[in-house]
């Protein structure tokens, strides 16, 4: 980057300048014996050319939209066009969640993202003695078709994209989205959205888990095999940190696990045969925006090039889509308190601005209420607000990548891509994520953080305003509360539907997937047709408990 | 005095995460803190049902039962985990908690006999003192 003249000089002033500071320091010390990001990641007072003077403009940093795409994915970034403003959104029954989403569009927002409760999330049904307590709580209840029909009711898929937070029966989600598109007219070459489905992290940190990680591979593997051919614009993984740094991994942890969670999926994918290039541009990805503004910054741009290059040097892609990461970002819902829940606004709008400042192609915002609930309206409100005031006021949409070329944000995306790629070659030496989550090695690595981290907060090491520093009373907020007939509706329709639906067409559609579940055929074309007979949910994963096995926690901490 | 200590059964405790909430960040935390601070720990594991909680207390001859829950099934849970306790005669095992869990439900709740709910911002070594001064071990 610099002339080796150029190089000496900033040597001989730094030298005088070191000098000097630690006259002062002798003096006035710093206030702090280490600084240190909230990963622990030590922080240099100042840096310099020297820091990144080996940096390769070209090969390194290069243009947006071009390999390695350091600076964006795309030539034009938030120029061309904003990023998706997509808040997650699931609340009681589809008909709440329904007017939620009317809601939120309404105000602005351009994308779906729906948050399913509890028991749709494990593959069970509201009547299961496993969903007593939980229905309607964390999210929108969803059994059958008959409940996305009402979730969806005047909202048109050809326009909007929705993103389903869902994993082990993403698939049956998917075939439901496709269903009640056709049933709209839209057919599943024109409809666009993501599933979740990934399951390596949810053995990792979200564990929402079903089956054993083999059985759970295949079906994802079935999932973008089928969306490659028929449903084109459909993004089949959403390839996950958020939930790794959430259970308290470092920046550099969620960043490595990710992407090593990436090549696993890759590698099943190429094992089935199918073409990289067919099917790599529609992987998508999904980061944390934790609290340290410049951390965070420096993961994404570390994580687009260190995917651009896995893809084109172990993976031999030739399309530039292939070589992309794009990715959407949830701010820290684990950097928010429950103690003077109005400070949280602020966090999650700096959170934000270090999302947009890193590129990303997707926001959600938290709400001020959400370490309670589910946000009210007026809260989720604020939040799509603050997004809205960061792309429309702040100006910081006028040019790409401004912090490029930092000295510091460019060397701390250096340093974000070396540790990444020590933790994937450590998890390749191992034979892949597979075995490394069978062995324990990345749910330790982060039970490790997280409780390192809890210990410093604890010891007044790390401050979080309002908790143990800075703290006063606050009046209570309100929040929201599921009412107790949304889930007395929910299990009525449900027994409505299984009553009135064709129960012998069920019984066989039921009987092609475990057919199929069996010999290995591709599952997505028989689960479409059960979601079309109302088949619901847990039917259809009941099978595939039978079949494949139950996965249970083996509780490491 | 030191003698008499260590010749005393240690004090166990059952870190439990009923229900399907994956979220398992603080139970973990706690259950090696506890163990740090020299309780003898059992940790469940993620998405127990309130009959094997109490069974496994009861195998496992615990002194008191931590459940951690952030999805909101508390009132459920809670209550439920109790009576069962009751019905198997093993009601002198102490039942506290922590999660997410609004205030107006938390004094509900300490009417089931709950004896102790620690809510965000909690220190490990808060809920290791309020171990060591609530539970002793069972004969």
Redesign the interface.
Known sequence: MFKEDQLKKVQQEKKKWVDDLSKILSETPERLPRFTTVSDLEIKGLYTPEDIKDLDYSREVSFPGVYPFTRGVQPSMYRGRLWTMRMFSGLGGPEETNQRFHYLLDHGETGLSIAFH??T??G?DSDS??????IG??GVAVDTLKDMEILFEGIPLDKVTTSMTINPPASILLAMYIVMAEKQGVSKKEIGGTIQNDMLK?FIA???FMLPPKPSLRIIVDTIEYCTKEVPRWNTISISGYHIR???STAVQELAFTLADGIAYVEAAMERGLDVDDFAPRLSFFFDSHIDFFEEIAKYRAARRIWAKVMRERFMAKKPRSWMLRFHTQTAG?SL???QPFNNVIRTAYEALAAVLGGTNSLHTNSLDE???IPTEEAVTIALRTQQILAEETGVTNTIDPLAGSYFVEALTNQMEEKAWDYIHKIDEMGGMVKAIERGYPQMEI?EA??KY??Q??ANEKVIVG??KYVTDHP?IT?WR?RPEIEERQLKRLQEVKQTRDNAKVKKCLGEIRKASQNGENLMPHIINAVREYTTIQEICDVWREVFGKY?????? | MAMEESMERKIRILIAKPGLDGHDRGAKIIARGFRDAGFEVVYTGLHQTPEQIVAAAIQEDVDGIGLSILSGAHDYIFPQVIQLLREKGADDIVVFGGGIIPEEDILALKGTGVKALFVPGTTIEEAVKWVRENIKPRK
Not at chain 1, 129 to 134: I, L, T, V
Not at chain 1, 552 to 557: M, R
């Open positions: 509890y028991p999330l494990m069970y003695p496993n969903a007593r307590g939980e709580k964390c949810e979200q564990k929402t959430e259970a308290g684990c308190t429950a103690q370490t309670y609930a039970a997280a409780y809890q210990k907060i604890d908790v143990k209570p929040i599921m249970t926690d083996p509780g490491y901490f």
